[in-house]
C-alpha cells in the first residue's frame, strides 16, 4: 500500500516535475524494513493508496530503507539550508561583539550564531553547525568575522 505526499520540483530545463514521495509497504515489510518510495510522476503530484507499490509505466521510481530516506532528508535540508543563507549582497564581515543569534559565517563549514555575549573586552560566540553541534568560542571584541548571511534586527 502506498501513502505519502506530493510536491513539485523544477528540472533544469525550467520545467515542474511532479514528485510524490511516499512508504511502499508490502506483505511482510514493516518498521526498518519498509520501503519509503520516490516516483516522479508527469501526471499524479500525490501517491494514491493502491494494493501496489508500483508507479504507472514510464515513470522514474527510486526506493530506500528508512535509515537511507532520513539521510537524504538531511542532505536536502543541508541544502536548503545553504540556499537561504547564500546572501545576494555577498558576505559581509561585522565585529564579534556586532555577532547576533541566526548569523551565519562565512567559510567552507558554514556555521550559525547560536548565541553571544560579551564579557568586557571578551565576546563569547556559541556556535551551532549544519550537523547540530555546538561549541563556544571567545573573540576579542574588535576580531572581524565574515558573515555569509546576516540576519536583521537584534540580539
Not at 516522479?40 to 521510481?61: H, I, K, M, Q, Y
Not at 551565519?104 to 563549514?109: H, L, P, Q, T
Given at each position: ?72 532528508a538531511a542532505a536536502l535540508v543541508r541544502a536548503a539550508e ?18 547576533r543569534r541566526g548569523d551565519v559565517r562565512d567559510g567552507e ?47
Amino acid at each position: 500500500m502506498m501513502a505519502g505526499s506530493g510536491f513539485t520540483f523544477t528540472d533544469a530545463e525550467n520545467h515542474d516535475v511532479p514528485v510524490a514521495v511516499g512508504i511502499a509497504v508490502a506483505p511482510g515489510e514493516a518498521g526498518a524494513d519498509a520501503r519509503v518510495s520516490v516516483t516522479l510522476s508527469p501526471t499524479a503530484p500525490t501517491p494514491s493508496s493502491a494494493p501496489s507499490p508500483s508507479p504507472p509505466t514510464g515513470e522514474p521510481r527510486w526506493s530506500c530503507t528508512p535509515a537511507a530516506a532520513r539521510e537524504v532528508a538531511a542532505a536536502l535540508v543541508r541544502a536548503a539550508e545553504e540556499a537561504e543563507n547564500a546572501s545576494a549582497e555577498g558576505p559581509v564581515t561585522v565585529r564579534a561583539d556586532e555577532l547576533r543569534r541566526g548569523d551565519v559565517r562565512d567559510g567552507e563549514r558554514p556555521m550559525t550564531v547560536d548565541g553571544a555575549r560579551t564579557d568586557g573586552s571578551t565576546a563569547h560566540i556559541t556556535w551551532k553547525s549544519v550537523e547540530g553541534r555546538t561549541w563556544t568560542q571567545s573573540y576579542d571584541v574588535n576580531t572581524a568575522i565574515t558573515l555569509r548571511r546576516r540576519l536583521p534586527g537584534t540580539r
